[in-house]
């Protein structure tokens, strides 16, 4: 393989020369950057669609999005660095490039959620209508920008010889996302590895996530319950993709991939909060009808 191929072999698709980035008047621009801004755009038009449709004034999002971007992105950058801290420690100056990827999803998550319960607090707005409506997008944005990781070759897991198995030139790719497993799989007089792409299988579950959210929204019980819906979903996904991943950041000290924690933690928070909640607006109700 050249060092710009790609491909899936069992699915008889065979990329060449896929380019990690383009240049504009001698400037080079990121397809990683390029597809996260995409996904961004994305996101915001399907949160003031959603908007629209139920009734709300669209405009919101967009001023929510300003901070909700940029709060987000910091949160993404500074989850990756903390988890990571060995690879920025001795060149503190390397945390502010993020042009090689260091972005971690469930960072921009949380900034996002903080955001979100700041600005509504301050706007004087409902934050579980806001975030309910909000998620559409932030979904949306992961979908397409999972895509990024594509064309950074990275976001990968371990080896396998399954209908999907992804086929990425070891040239192409960090030797440190390299693992044992992988290395042992090599065939000898070859320089491709054969992966699990983790990206591909992330954004059709989030696909999948997105067209259920979108079928529930108009039976949901409470308000909030979508971004419950969200919460658990994804991290349901999240927790059995992120166990395949090969680049994943640990809790210091373990063995422990922080983020499949997280993921766990969100299922089990996300299921709980919609039992209570659905349990207390029913026994209202049963007050109510005596």
């Given at each position: 393989?050249?060092?710009?191929?790609?491909?899936?072999?069992?699915?008889?698709?065979?990329?060449?020369?896929?380019?990690?980035?383009?240049?504009?008047?001698?400037?080079?621009?990121?397809?990683?950057?390029?597809?996260?801004?995409?996904?961004?755009?994305?996101?915001?038009?399907?949160?003031?669609?959603?908007?629209?449709?139920?009734?709300?004034?669209?405009?919101?999002?967009?001023?929510?999005?300003?901070?909700?971007?940029?709060?987000?992105?910091?949160?993404?950058?500074?989850?990756?660095?903390?988890?990571?801290?060995?690879?920025?420690?001795?060149?503190?100056?390397?945390?502010?490039?993020?042009?090689?990827?260091?972005?971690?999803?469930?960072?921009?998550?949380?900034?996002?959620?903080?955001?979100?319960?700041?600005?509504?607090?301050?706007?004087?707005?409902?934050?579980?209508?806001?975030?309910?409506?909000?998620?559409?997008?932030?979904?949306?944005?992961?979908?397409?920008?999972?895509?990024?990781?594509?064309?950074?070759?990275?976001?990968?897991?371990?080896?396998?010889?399954?209908?999907?198995?992804?086929?990425?030139?070891?040239?192409?790719?960090?030797?440190?996302?390299?693992?044992?497993?992988?290395?042992?799989?090599?065939?000898?007089?070859?320089?491709?590895?054969?992966?699990?792409?983790?990206?591909?299988?992330?954004?059709?579950?989030?696909?999948?996530?997105?067209?259920?959210?979108?079928?529930?929204?108009?039976?949901?019980?409470?308000?909030?319950?979508?971004?419950?819906?969200?919460?658990?979903?994804?991290?349901?996904?999240?927790?059995?993709?992120?166990g395949l991943r090969t680049d994943q950041l640990l809790i210091p000290g373990t063995q422990l991939a922080?983020?499949?924690?997280?993921?766990?933690?969100t299922v089990i928070f996300s299921v709980s909060a919609d039992i209570i909640i659905r349990y207390r607006?029913?026994?209202?109700?049963?007050?109510?009808?005596?």
């Open positions: 393989m050249n060092a710009g191929d790609i491909a899936f072999p069992h699915l008889g698709i065979y990329l060449e020369n896929v380019p990690k980035s383009f240049s504009i008047f001698g400037f080079s621009i990121a397809f990683y950057g390029v597809i996260i801004g995409i996904g961004v755009l994305a996101g915001i038009l399907m949160a003031a669609r959603e908007a629209r449709v139920t009734g709300q004034n669209p405009d919101i999002y967009w001023d929510f999005a300003i901070y909700a971007v940029i709060f987000s992105v910091i949160g993404a950058r500074l989850y990756y660095v903390i988890f990571a801290w060995d690879n920025y420690k001795d060149d503190l100056l390397s945390i502010f490039n993020t042009r090689n990827g260091g972005m971690a999803i469930y960072g921009g998550v949380i900034g996002a959620f903080l955001t979100l319960f700041i600005y509504c607090r301050i706007k004087k707005q409902n934050p579980f209508q806001i975030g309910d409506t909000g998620v559409m997008g932030l979904i949306l944005g992961q979908i397409i920008g999972r895509w990024g990781n594509f064309m950074n070759r990275e976001a990968f897991g371990e080896y396998t010889d399954s209908l999907f198995a992804m086929r990425l030139p070891i040239e192409a790719v960090r030797s440190s996302y390299i693992s044992e497993n992988i290395a042992a799989h090599i065939v000898e007089g070859t320089n491709y590895i054969q992966v699990h792409p983790t990206f591909l299988y992330e954004s059709l579950w989030n696909l999948m996530i997105l067209v259920l959210m979108l079928c529930y929204r108009k039976h949901k019980k409470f308000q909030g319950e979508m971004c419950l819906f969200y919460l658990g979903g994804y991290g349901l996904g999240r927790f059995f993709v992120e922080v983020s499949q924690i997280l993921a766990l933690c607006i029913k026994k209202k109700d049963k007050l109510k009808n005596i």
